[in-house]
Nanobody
């Protein structure tokens, strides 16, 4: 059984920073891509950022220059450093991983962590 467990969400003022973490655990053979998605109330889930095992990154235009995704392969962990936060960044943030477990490659999701940007 594979689990993705997120942490680090919370309430922050506009212009502030937060760091999200997500650790994958279980019977994992290999993790190809890890990433973060978010879903604001009344909106569809959207990509925030992804990172491959080799360190290649991809960001949504709305977060470029403000958010940084990183990954520690040895710990099966991905991080999202969020700076210059605005109320528009308020959402539930979900960790995502494309990985092989029990010789099956599929996508897994975390349970989500709430990020609220408000004064």
């Amino acid at each position: 059984q594979v689990q993705l467990v997120e942490s680090g969400g919370g309430l922050v003022q506009p212009g502030g920073s937060l760091r999200l973490s997500c650790a994958a655990s279980g019977s994992i053979l290999s993790i190809y891509v890890m990433g973060w998605y978010r879903q604001a109330p009344g909106k569809q889930r959207e990509l925030v950022a992804t990172v491959t095992g080799g360190g290649d990154t991809n960001y949504a235009d709305s977060v470029k220059g403000r958010f940084t995704i990183s990954r520690v392969n040895a710990k099966n962990t991905v991080y999202l450093e969020m700076n210059s936060l605005t109320p528009e960044d308020t959402a539930v943030y979900y960790c995502n991983a494309l990985l092989t477990s029990s010789y099956v490659r599929r996508t897994y999701w975390g349970q989500g962590t709430q990020v609220t940007v408000s004064s």
